[in-house]
């Protein structure tokens, strides 16, 4: 019995065994037929799957190309933007200043259109006091015949208009000047009374007037007085470095071609002259005593040197500045109320056109003057300071003022 128990046990413990390892056996095969089956079906998917992933992955590459040519793109577009606002900006500032200029030359048009005007209408009546003047006495002229008569020293430009109104074109007419023409005249242009006798207008003309042979000999005398000038000190200038020496108040184009028979060119030279020079100078050109220094030439030529000869220049920033004057206080006055302002000591011809450019051209006006004006108009000038208060100015302007006919219109 024991051994019939034995071997079932044992039986039941092979069968066991034997079938643990056909289940193992059937695992094993289900697993690599399952495998197999998995490898069949889903390798060609994986390798599809793969190869997709490549794509993917160079799109992605692609793309972080893209995104980052993007970005460079969308920074330079910024830039652009930030250009583009910058030009809009610096347009509109143009278009703002184009707009001021428009409005400041329509201004300035309508203050020209009134001056001519102005001046249309003071020819005119210039031109109907012809019948003043004593024709027989210098005799007519035509315009045809017109000289330059602003080679006479003390007639510009303005006073040559005047001058063509009543008919008088010519030097020869000029030459034959009596005192009493002169006060006629004088009356009829509203000149500076003693403007005509003080600039030497018909000595002038009658230099101007001699034949060629005369000219010649002149020139001739001026030249052999060469060795007398001292050149040393004034300096050595070529024709082709002269300066426009009709700048200086003064010196008229006649003038400038005497002293360019000298070598005198620039205004570097007369600015050197010295009290010696200036004697020579005026025995060599033939000229009038005293005139130099009283049309200060030095002076004027040493501020040319300083503005590098551009009066105009200098002259226009005057005009600019025009709105710093307290015209309340000094009155307005026209050119053809103008006083002879070089009568105060110390103001000569060339202070004078920058007082007139300043729309000052009056005694009245000059002796309105307060301490702040003065500052005002010194700066406004480029005045060496306190010029005005060292050469009293206010006080020989109110003197000179008591005798004057021409006030100017006092703003209300």
Known sequence: MNTLTILLAQTKSGATFEIIFMLLGSAIIGYLTAWLYYKSVYEKKIKVIESEKHELNNRIVN?????????????????????LILEINALKAL???????????????????????????????????????????????????????????????FIEERL????????????????????????????????IERDEWVAQAQELVRSEDLRTDLFKRISERKTRIYYDRIGIAKKE??????????????????????????????????????????????????????????LQAKELIRIAGKKSELLKRIRDRKDRIYYDRLGIAHKHEANNLTLIDGLGLWVEERLNTLGIYTFSQIS?????????????????????????????????????MHEPTTMP
């Open 241 to 298: 470095e002269a300066d426009d020496l009709t700048i200086i108040s003064g010196i008229g184009g006649w003038i400038q071609e005497k002293l360019n028979v000298l070598d005198i060119y620039t205004f570097r030279q007369i600015s050197n002259f010295t009290k010696e020079d200036i004697v020579t100078v005026t025995e060599a050109i033939e000229y009038f005593h005293g005139r130099i220094e009283r049309d200060e030439w030095i």
């Open 95 to 157: 278009h703002a200043e184009a707009v001021h200029e428009t409005d400041d030359m329509t201004l300035k048009n309508k203050r020209n259109e009134q001056l001519l005007y102005e001046k249309d209408e003071a020819l005119i009546n210039i031109a109907q006091r012809k019948h003043l003047l004593d024709y027989k006495s210098f005799g007519t002229a035509t315009e045809a015949e017109k000289d330059d008569l602003k080679m006479i020293s003390g007639i510009g430009p």
């Open 63 to 83: 793309l972080d190309a893209k995104i980052l040519n993007l970005k460079k793109s969308l920074s330079e577009k910024s830039e652009e933007t930030e250009h």
């Open 164 to 195: 063509h109104a009543l008919d008088i074109y010519t030097f020869r007419q000029i030459s034959k000047f009596t005192p009493q023409d002169i006060d006629t005249i004088n009356d009829a242009i509203i000149y500076f009374s003693g403007r």
């Open 368 to 404: 309105r003057l307060t301490h702040t004006d003065i500052e005002t108009i010194t700066e406004v000038l480029e005045l060496i300071p306190g010029r005005i208060e060292q050469d009293n100015w206010v006080g020989q302007a109110r003197e000179l003022a008591k005798n004057n």
